[in-house]
């Protein structure tokens, strides 16, 4: 059984930046590609980007990209969501999820496992 933990959320002011880490373990981390989600209060988990067994391809979500930079570092377990520019609208809880499959998707249920998700909240 995978199990994910992930940590690095926390209040900030808009403006700000966050780095969000996850860990892997029990799995075949260097297979697997990762995926990044986020729920805000009172809506369904939307895609924010994931990135390929590699690290060599990323996939970002329209309302994040030129803002958020994932990436992963195989050797130690780990994907990162690198967030700046933080707004009041990416006040969310963010999940980090395995896709034990080489292409990537924006798919939630297509991720196969899940973490307990980390706190992000943005102030105006």
């Known amino acids: 059984q995978v199990q994910l933990a992930e940590s690095g959320g926390g209040l900030v002011q808009a403006g700000d930046s966050l780095r969000l880490s996850c860990v892997v373990s029990?799995?075949?981390?260097?297979?697997?590609?990762m995926g990044w989600f986020r729920q805000a209060p009172g809506k369904g988990r939307v895609f924010v980007g994931a990135?390929?067994?590699?690290?060599?391809?990323?996939l970002t979500a329209d309302s994040v990209k030129g803002r958020f930079t994932i990436s992963r570092n195989n050797a130690k377990n780990t994907v990162y969501l690198q967030m700046n520019s933080l707004k009041p609208e990416d006040t969310a809880v963010y999940y980090c999820?395995?896709?034990?499959?080489?292409?990537?998707?924006?798919?939630?249920?297509?991720?196969?496992?899940w973490g307990q998700g980390t706190q992000v909240t943005v102030s105006s």
């Open positions: 990135i390929n067994w590699s690290g060599s391809t990323t």
């Open positions: 999820a395995v896709r034990p499959w080489a292409l990537m998707s924006r798919v939630e249920n297509e991720y196969r496992d």
């Open positions: 029990r799995g075949t981390f260097s297979r697997y590609v």
